[in-house]
């Protein structure tokens, strides 16, 4: 017969052990959570980091490929009125529309939505000690910004792009 004082010790260490492997397990699971984004679409863009450098240019690349931010007010389109279609600068795939934009005040064009069909995929993101929500290209992956649910109707979301991660296409709608 064990000492009630081993009992407690053998469960102390198993608790222990326990807790250990719940840590691993939890990290394992967020890490996976966090992961890249895939596309499912049948056209996915599927290029190399070196191939990308070619294509983007310095800032594109930071943004888009390594998930970067262009300071508030500095990047392109966040002022942009005109009617048309904004593009993904990666890959040309149509995002947004001018007609889902809204002046949000943070410095960044914000979209209430994208538009129809597979174009903006989203990832967990839990960097910078925030859990937020990531919106990328559907059919490259490339970063956009984040999605935040204060936004104005129809949808209440409020897509927070980088400017310098699109491209525009004027169109008459
Ligand atoms: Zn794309």
């Known amino acids: 017969m064990p000492l009630p004082q081993q009992v407690l010790k053998t ?20 890490s996976q959570a966090g992961g890249e984004f895939k596309s499912t679409r049948s056209d996915a863009v599927v290029k190399t980091d070196a191939e990308w450098k070619k ?13 970067g931010t262009e300071r508030a007010f500095t990047g392109k389109y966040w002022n942009n009125k005109k009617k048309g279609v904004y593009t993904c600068g990666g890959c040309g795939l149509k995002l947004f529309s001018s007609a889902d934009k809204f002046v949000s005040g943070t410095g960044w064009p914000s979209f209430t939505r994208s538009l129809p069909g597979d174009t903006v995929g989203r990832a967990q993101d839990g960097t910078l000690g925030m859990s937020r929500t990531e ?23 409020r897509y927070c792009v980088n400017g310098n991660a699109l491209g525009f296409v004027v169109e008459t709608l």
């Open 55 to 67: 294509l983007l240019s310095a800032e594109q690349y930071r943004i888009l490929r390594d998930k």
């Open 11 to 30: 469960r102390e260490v198993r608790l222990i052990r326990w807790m250990v492997w719940l840590g691993l397990a939890a990290c394992g699971g967020l």
């Open 135 to 157: 919106i990328v290209c559907a059919r490259c992956g490339g970063h956009l910004g984040h999605v935040f649910p204060d936004g104005p109707p129809p949808t209440g979301e």
